[in-house]
């Protein structure tokens, strides 16, 4: 079988911080009954977009006492059979970390909001930037960066706004409206908590597939004479409906 051989005194990999968008499951409750019912909604809003995706568990809005009451490997089980790949924790306690340790996890340092830490690198995941909202608004997110083939980008809450484009086989999703200020080329997943009224915005259409609220649109069922061209998306009657702008 072919081979590289391996210079005299070259480096066989490289080690090194990256910076990779992941999935933070924010427990807010210790009912896992009610985390697995309403997890197992949320990802059949948008099924493929929520597949063999990593994942982070976080403590960071729990109390002591609740967080104490949560079985991590009972919730490790949740989050697998709705297949997420879960890959560490944040917070919790002492007890948990050993129990993370025991079922392969990694335990991350818990920042405030429940999301753990993400290292800095120039060359790695678009860092999103929050935008300023006017008081009682949902805070939006904008990315300055492009997002590439592979990458995938999930806020919590509010709209997400790329200022460049979006590459085949990447991912962006936001609970409100999607903008992209340049070609749209992977999946874009608008309304993921069910809004009706989320929309998709972009200035050249070229996505593998649109969704909203859990309603899906393919590139083949896209209208031909709306191809490359600027669109908005709605949801309207069950459908998705692709406009010119």
Same mark, same amino acid.
């Given at each position: 079988?072919?081979?590289?051989?391996?210079?005299?005194?070259?480096?066989?990999?490289?080690?090194?911080?990256?910076?990779?968008?992941?999935?933070?499951?924010?427990?807010?409750?210790?009912?896992?009954?009610?985390?697995?019912?309403?997890?197992?909604?949320?990802?059949?809003?948008?099924?493929?977009?929520?597949?063999?995706?990593?994942?982070? %568990?976080?403590?960071?809005?729990?109390?002591?006492?609740?967080?104490?009451?949560?079985?991590?490997?009972?919730?490790? $089980?949740?989050?697998?059979?709705?297949?997420? %790949?879960?890959? +560490?924790?944040? +917070?919790?306690?002492?007890?948990?970390?050993?129990?993370?340790?025991?079922?392969?996890?990694?335990?991350?340092?818990?920042?405030?909001?429940?999301?753990?830490? &993400? $290292?800095?690198?120039?060359?790695?995941?678009?860092?999103?930037?929050?935008?300023?909202?006017?008081?009682?608004?949902?805070?939006?997110?904008? %990315?300055?960066?492009?997002?590439?083939?592979?990458?995938?980008?999930?806020?919590?809450?509010?709209?997400?706004?790329?200022?460049?484009?979006? +590459?085949?086989? !990447?991912?962006?999703? !936001?609970?409100?409206?999607?903008?992209?200020?340049?070609?749209?080329?992977?999946?874009?997943?608008? +309304?993921?908590?069910?809004? &009706?009224?989320?929309?998709?915005?972009?200035?050249?259409?070229?996505?593998?597939?649109?969704?909203?609220?859990?309603?899906?649109?393919?590139?083949?069922?896209?209208?031909?004479?709306?191809?490359?061209?600027?669109?908005?998306?709605?949801?309207?009657?069950?459908?998705?409906?692709?406009?010119?702008?």
């Amino acid at each position: 079988m072919p081979h590289s051989v391996l210079k005299a005194g070259g480096a066989a990999f490289d080690l090194k911080g990256s910076a990779f968008t992941i999935l933070v499951l924010t427990l807010r409750s210790s009912d896992l009954d009610a985390v697995a019912e309403q997890l197992a909604e949320k990802v059949r809003q948008a099924p493929d977009f929520f597949h063999h995706a990593p994942l982070v %568990i976080s403590f960071g809005h729990l109390d002591e006492d609740a967080a104490e009451r949560v079985d991590l490997a009972l919730l490790t $089980d949740i989050v697998r059979m709705q297949g997420f %790949i879960p890959v +560490g924790i944040a +917070g919790g306690s002492e007890e948990q970390k050993k129990q993370a340790a025991a079922l392969k996890l990694a335990a991350l340092a818990a920042r405030a909001g429940g999301r753990p830490p &993400q $290292d800095e690198d120039p060359a790695g995941e678009p860092e999103p930037e929050p935008a300023a909202e006017p008081p009682g608004r949902e805070p939006s997110v904008i %990315i300055t960066e492009p997002v590439r083939s592979g990458q995938s980008v999930v806020i919590a809450q509010g709209d997400l706004t790329v200022l460049a484009s979006v +590459g085949s086989g !990447a991912e962006i999703a !936001a609970p409100g409206n999607i903008h992209v200020y340049g070609a749209l080329r992977g999946r874009a997943f608008a +309304g993921c908590e069910g809004s &009706q009224t989320a929309r998709i915005f972009c200035q050249r259409l070229e996505a593998e597939l649109l969704s909203i609220a859990g309603a899906h649109l393919v590139s083949e069922d896209f209208p031909a004479q709306l191809r490359s061209k600027a669109v908005q998306v709605r949801l309207h009657g069950g459908r998705l409906h692709v406009m010119a702008l």
